[in-house]
């Protein structure tokens, strides 16, 4: 089997300093919240500015990852072929056509349907060609200089270096013939758990949870100046306060539901492949907990 690396791109640089300054703007805005809480409690300057400074980095952290992942599978993206089928390897995923069912390959594409959206380190998704097939993108250089295969249902647009030496060597292999019939489509890696996170039930869930509570911790830091150095927080029977705790306690209710969040993601990832339907409970029963610990803040903060 020959591998073969995709063409250089500026897309795969452009993606790198998008990620170096997304990881830096991320560092800053972390850095400020952390030096704002390393007094001590009663000294904290909570208000809605330091929320939106911590909102900020949380997304750009949260824009890291993503863009990150992108340049790591730009990073790994390779082609390979053996007498069999071509193979599209990225990230342990590897998208699979039979040389065989390999109709035509084209130069270039002038029609490549709906206008690509903006894709860091490489072009990758799926777009509908006017023809009824399917374009799946895996090349770093636009469709129109890119090598397009058609098979019958599916086409599949790549950019391996030295492109005349890889269409030689494909029609080559394909002149001789398989020895094994394979299945085309995607057989994706463990390592990213892809089952669980396009869940439509688990990303519906997950996102409500996130939203709520991010909007919690929001409302309640734009509240903080405004509450008490005590604060009730917890009452007997008839509503009398049994225990007064400084205000900043407070704040450990969205941040216990933000833990609990994430031990049941972290539980759902491990149970998914086993347990798909018990995964989708327990992210559902992070969006319970986040309106739980709601209740309770209102409860305590009128």
Known sequence: MRRWKPQPSARLWVAIATLILAAVGAALFLFQLGMALVRPPAAWLINGELFLQALAGLILLLLTGVIGYRVAAALSLAYAIDRNGLYILWLGNRAVVPLQAIESIESGLQTPGAAPRLNFGYLHG?????????????????????????????????????????????????????????????????????????????????????????????????????????????????????????????????????????????????LYGREPVGARLLQIASVGIQMLFAVAMLTIVR
């Not at 391996?160 to 394909?174: M, N, S, T």
């Not at 205000?247 to 216990?256: E, N, Y």
């Open 126 to 270: 799926a777009v509908r060609l006017p023809d009824g097939r399917t374009l799946h993108r895996f090349s770093t250089v636009p469709i129109t200089q890119a090598l397009v295969l058609h098979t019958a249902a599916d086409s599949y647009a790549i950019s391996p270096h030295e492109g005349e030496a890889f269409v030689q060597d494909l029609e080559q292999r394909r002149r001789i013939g398989a020895i094994q019939q394979l299945v085309p489509g995607v057989e994706v890696g463990r390592a990213f758990a892809y089952a669980f996170w396009d869940d439509p039930t688990v990303r519906w869930a997950l996102g409500i949870a996130a939203v709520l509570n991010v909007a919690l911790l929001g409302w309640l830091m734009t509240r903080y100046p405004e509450l008490p150095a005590l604060i009730e927080m917890r009452g007997d029977a008839v509503g009398a306060a049994t225990v007064l705790a400084p205000r900043h306690q407070i704040l450990f209710l969205p941040l216990a539901g933000a833990v609990l969040g994430l031990l049941n993601t972290g539980l759902g990832l491990t």
